[in-house]
Every structure is written in structure tokens, then in C-alpha cells.
């Protein structure tokens, strides 16, 4: 909203802000929230591989 005199009260200003904060935010987080668990996976993956590996080598002998 705009005031009648043209002006825009701090308030509308501050929740102008805080949307373009949270758009920011919230694009980050989605970005974050996509890429953690595919790289903790690709980890988990690994050190689970890695221990199979181990434990079929101990079995084989």
C-alpha cells in the first residue's frame, strides 16, 4: 500500500524486506535440503562399500 502522499510507511517497506529475505532463504534451503542428503548418501555409500569390501576379503581367506 501507498500512502496518499506518496510515500510508503516503514512497516510495508519492512514486510517488503522480509519476503525478499525469505524468497532468498527459502530458495537456498530448497537448494541445501536437495544436495545434503544426495552427498551424505554418496558418503554413506562409500564407507558402506568400503566395509563390505573388508568383510568379504576377511570371509574369502
Known amino acids: 500500500m ?3 502522499d506518496g ?3 516503514p512497516s ?3 514486510i517488503k524486506v522480509m519476503l525478499v529475505n525469505w524468497v532468498v532463504n527459502a530458495d537456498f534451503y530448497l537448494l541445501a535440503s536437495y544436495s545434503l542428503p544426495v552427498y ?3 558418503n554413506i555409500n562409500l564407507q ?3 566395509q563390505r569390501a573388508v568383510s568379504t576379503d576377511n570371509f574369502m581367506k
Request: hydrophobic share 40%; no cysteine.
Open 7 to 9: 510515500t510508503i510507511p
Open 40 to 42: 551424505m548418501n554418496y
Open 12 to 14: 510495508e517497506f519492512v
Open 48 to 50: 558402506w562399500n568400503e
Open 2 to 4: 501507498v500512502k496518499p
